[in-house]
T-cell receptor
Framework: EPEVTQTPSHQVTQMGQEVILRCVPI?????FYWYRQILGQKVEFLVS????????KSEIFDDQFSVERPDGSNFTLKIRSTKLEDSAMYFC?????????????FGSGTQLSVL | GDSVTQMEGPVTLSEEAFLTINCTYT??????LFWYVQYPGEGLQLLLK?????DKGSNKGFEATYRKETTSFHLEKGSVQVSDSAVYFC??????????FGTGTSLTVIP
């Protein structure tokens, strides 16, 4: 089965530093997502992306966050100035466009630790 | 807003035991309901889904029935195996574009 690929699997950074989390969605998928899960809490929606622009975003997705699809294959999440509370597992997901197939395909996640 | 509440874990069962993981939802419309599973070191994978009331989703011996009257979508399996050890996530999608997940329930099956 096709896979969503995320890199790196683990990222350790100092508070205030910028991080970029990378994802390669499945090639014929058109909707892309970032979710995160703080340890012991729900998997939280951050942002969805379609047609080269943000489709929806949550309250968590403030000005510190941005997403980009720079080259037609990668889908990145940038956190400009990391805070301790940004420590979490970040999941990228993608899906086909049609409503009839609501299946999300997830990557294996990037564990971000902010020190 | 839309949300999902699922049973707290962790759950530890002996092989061949019966499994139930409870999930209830809150939604304004008529959502689709999902169970996703995450095996160690992997991403979340769709396990089963149901798109309307009274539908039963099933896969790999797991089942869940969409109960509108109780707003529930409990996951069941009659006889668990060691290979079922994973984290299970209940989820809903109301619009087809945004998905809401629960906290996940960790299951460990011991031989």
């Amino acid at each position: 089965e096709p896979e969503v690929t995320q890199t790196p699997s683990h990222q350790v950074t100092q508070m205030g530093q910028e991080v970029i989390l990378r994802c390669v969605p499945i090639s014929n998928h058109l909707y892309f997502y970032w979710y995160r899960q703080i340890l012991g809490q729900k998997v939280e929606f951050l942002v969805s992306f379609y047609n080269n622009e943000i489709s929806e975003k949550s309250e968590i997705f403030d000005d510190q966050f941005s997403v980009e699809r720079p080259d037609g294959s990668n889908f990145t999440l940038k956190i400009r100035s990391t805070k301790l509370e940004d420590s979490a597992m970040y999941f990228c997901a993608s899906r086909r466009l049609d409503r009839e197939d609501e299946k999300l395909f997830f990557g294996s996640g990037t564990q971000l630790s902010v020190l | 807003g839309d949300s999902v509440t699922q049973m707290e874990g962790p759950v530890t069962l002996s092989e061949e035991a019966f499994l139930t993981i409870n999930c209830t939802y809150t939604a304004t419309g008529y959502p689709s309901l999902f169970w996703y599973v995450q095996y160690p070191g992997e991403g979340l994978q769709l396990l089963l889904k149901a798109t309307k009331a009274d539908d039963k989703g099933s896969n790999k011996g797991f089942e869940a029935t969409y109960r509108k009257e109780t707003t529930s979508f409990h996951l069941e399996k009659g006889s668990v195996q060691v290979s079922d050890s994973a984290v299970y996530f209940c989820a809903l999608s109301d619009t087809g574009n945004q998905f809401y997940f629960g906290t996940g329930t960790s299951l460990t099956v011991i031989p």
